[in-house]
């Protein structure tokens, strides 16, 4: 029984669900391979793929996750232990490549090379301006509550090492250190830092037979990670690793290689915990390694036990992710120098794209992909047999999302649990599944009349009809939870399938109003203008305003300060009272749920709007 004053929630079994989708699924693809037409191995190929993996990445809500939290977890501590006792030879430091030298003494040589001519020299103001805060938890500040007031409110958690940094970096921005002082004015005096021992180990869903463990890292060190994370990116995108387009780069070269197979894709198992500090001390210029190994957690909570941590840094470092990156990219050209026979430590500017690394996807020269292998694991990596293709007469590759066999797309559709099994997140949850395998059967089955012939679309419609619930139709560009995006085919949807649809509008200046979901989130959290005011002050070009302030919350003096100062020095300290230091909004994350709202549109070029004549559907 509910409480008392408590509102009760209906819920829906999403496991039940499941089931009737992957057994219509399977029939589907049953059915694909039975057609005359389908004779291409590709075909048969996702045909399988797509009944073996549409589970994969499902992590039911009936399954006991304490389990799969414990496996995680030793896994980790595994890997942390294979690092522990993991070693090799690291050649002098004023060594350079001769004839003679050790192959991976070589290797090693050249990429330390590479790895300081990318860097170059480290600017401790361009690392203080980068600094800020993430918008994820950290130790002392809940998912639930990630604004800038919860990071600064003392006292903030922070290990001993970064406590004269952070000192020094108030200095850096006075504005910002007025403004947290009078934020934190009525806290006990002494109570600044939580000094800890490192991060805390956590674990989230990834699926049914094991979690994806993170860190949770201390508030201070988080703010410097991610100022390293920005000075490591821009330097990166001068060598060609851009992170904003290496994705698609890496699945359009996945795509070429599977046909020409001159391309391995290879791919490491636990990557970002296999960075050693030996061989990051070896990498990095000194001042770059000094500042890593001090904002880094050298400890882990780990069940309640402090873990010594044995690489560099885990998922949940800012740095993790451009550090590897870089790693493995810099001997991934040091492998291909060697094999060219050259004593250079430096490709030629036209050869910088030949290796490709994002994260622990790696693209290599196929006649270079034993070698990488080889030193990878020299050095401590521990390569996914299973997902790294490396022989040329294996037409499949896999990178960063794109599986091709002979330039076929042969990715499937994976099923991915729902938000929440409240009976509000049911709908969003089908809009989801149904937009993600009708673009999968677009290319499985293509355009013609017997796509709307599948039993996944009846057993679709039918739990639309078993719930009560009016199919919202929405543009393309929505997110995939807002509604189902057959608006370009909806006459023959409506042919097919018996459906009830949620009322569009089209006005007579040509601008459609409809019905979408979408999730909002409802808890108080306090804003204090000065501190909002003083971060916007460090960037001011580079973030409207109202980003920072949330619109019209800040008096008039204040609003025209900010107008007056958009291009101020940093670091002057200006002197103002608003008239509103601390307001209540209701805006956070995590504490919320799904809603119906409504939207209006002049840019849904759709014919099944426009031209159906039926009441429901436009009025």
């Known amino acids: 029984m509910p409480s008392k004053g408590r509102k009760s929630h209906r819920s829906f079994q999403p496991d039940d669900i499941v089931t009737l989708i992957h057994q219509a699924v399977d029939r589907d693809m049953d059915d694909m391979v039975r057609k005359p037409h389908v004779s291409v191995n590709p075909l048969l190929f996702i045909s399988e793929r797509q009944k073996r993996e549409f589970r994969k990445k499902y992590a039911s809500p009936s399954v006991d996750q304490t389990p799969l939290e414990h496996l995680t977890l030793k896994k980790f501590l595994d890997v942390n232990e294979h690092m522990g006792v993991w070693d090799f030879n690291i050649p002098s430091p004023h060594t350079r490549v001769q004839r003679g030298t050790p192959y991976f003494d070589g290797v090693l040589i050249r990429a330390r090379h590479l790895m300081r001519f990318v860097l170059t020299d480290f600017d401790l103001d361009e690392w203080f301006q980068g600094a800020k805060n993430s918008q994820g938890s950290s130790i002392g500040v809940s998912y639930n509550d990630t604004s800038p007031e919860s990071k600064f409110t003392w006292p903030i958690s922070m290990t001993e090492s970064v406590k004269p940094l952070y000192d020094a970096y108030m200095q850096f921005d006075p504005q910002l250190d007025c403004a947290v002082k009078k934020l934190n004015s009525l806290a006990p005096i002494g109570e600044m830092y939580n000094i800890v021992e490192g991060s805390r180990a956590t674990t989230v869903e990834k699926n049914d037979e094991i979690r994806r463990q993170i ?17 490591l990116y821009r330097r990166m995108k001068v060598v060609g690793l851009d992170v904003s387009s290496l994705p698609t ?198 355009d013609l009349t017997y ?53 569009v509008r089209r006005s007579d200046q040509g601008t459609y109003s409809f019905n979408y979901c979408r999730f909002i989130y409802k808890v108080k959290m306090e804003q204090f203008d000065e501190l909002r005011y003083a971060l916007w002050l460090k960037t001011p070009t580079r973030f409207p305003l109202d980003q920072l302030l949330r619109g019209n919350r800040f008096s008039n003096d204040v609003k025209d300060l900010a107008l007056a100062v958009t291009s101020y020095s940093i670091g002057q ?47």
């Open 215 to 231: 860190a949770v890292e201390p508030t201070g060190n988080m703010f410097f990670q991610l100022g390293l994370m920005e000075m």
């Open 249 to 446: 780069e890496h699945v359009d070269r996945a795509r070429l290689s599977s046909i020409t197979g001159q391309e391995a894709t290879i791919d490491f198992s636990s990557a970002s915990d296999c960075v050693s500090i030996k061989l990051l001390k070896w990498l990095l210029p000194p001042k770059w390694f000094d500042a890593v190994n001090m904002v880094r957690s050298p400890k882990m909570s780990v069940s309640g036990n402090l873990v010594d941590l044995n690489m560099v840094s885990t998922m949940g470092n800012a740095g993790t992710f451009p550090l590897m990156t870089l790693t493995l990219w810099t001997l991934g050209h040091a492998i291909r120098l060697a094999s060219l026979g050259t004593y250079s430590s430096f490709p030629e500017w036209d050869d910088l794209k030949v290796i490709s690394v994002f994260g622990d996807d790696c693209i290599v020269p196929s006649d270079l992909a034993s070698d990488f292998i080889a030193v990878a694991e020299y050095v401590g990596f521990i390569v996914n047999k299973e997902k790294s293709f490396i022989d040329k007469d294996d037409k499949f590759r896999e990178s960063c999302g794109g599986d091709f066999l002979t330039g076929y797309n042969v990715r499937p559709y994976y099923l991915r649990a729902p938000t929440s099994t409240r009976l509000s997140s049911l709908e969003p949850w089908l809009y989801s599944i149904g937009n993600g395998l009708l673009k999968k059967y677009r290319l499985y089955f293509g």
């Open 451 to 503: 796509l709307y012939e599948k039993q996944f679309f009846e057993v679709l419609f039918k739990l639309f009809r078993r719930y009560n619930i009016k199919v919202k139709v929405v543009p393309d560009d929505m997110p995939a939870d807002s509604g189902l995006k057959i608006s370009d085919d909806l006459e023959r949807f409506c042919s097919s399938f018996q459906i009830t649809f949620s009322e």
């Open 573 to 619: 300290t200006h002197e103002w009272e608003p008239e509103q230091k601390n307001r209540k909004v209701r805006s956070n994350r995590r504490i919320g749920g799904y809603v119906v709202a409504r939207a209006i549109t002049s840019h849904w070029g759709v014919p099944g709007i426009r031209h159906l004549r039926r009441p429901q559907l436009v009025d």
